[in-house]
């Protein structure tokens, strides 16, 4: 749900396109020790919601994952999330999904 002003309604918000690889594999990949990676991508206009663009770069450090994660094969993975919270005395409900593929860099 957005509420902006007088407009409510159901929208598309923060969704973007992202390249994410692996710098160092750790215990997400079955290994020892954190995993280090890096994302980048681009952030696309929503659905009654910000309609810019831009562009993302993040640094992960990751030691445990939280979420559900469906691998359909060995190189295509799907994976959901809900989340709620009350931002300025609002409700917010909020559904991820995301599809990762994964392919050999030589």
């Known amino acids: 749900m ?3 002003g007088d407009r409510r309604g159901t929208g598309l918000a923060e969704d973007s396109a992202t390249l994410k690889g692996v710098l160092r594999e750790g215990v997400l990949q079955e290994k020892s020790g954190p995993s280090i990676a890096t994302e980048f991508g681009v952030l696309l206009p929503g659905i009654r919601a910000d309609r810019g663009t831009g562009a993302t770069l993040a640094g992960i450090l990751s030691q445990q994952f939280v979420g559900a994660i469906w691998q359909v094969k060995d190189d295509i993975a799907v994976d959901f999330g809900l989340r709620g919270a009350r931002v300025n005395d609002h409700t917010v409900a909020e559904f991820r999904a ?5 392919f050999p860099v030589p």
């Open 98 to 102: 995301g599809v990762t593929f994964a």
């Open 2 to 4: 957005i509420c902006r």
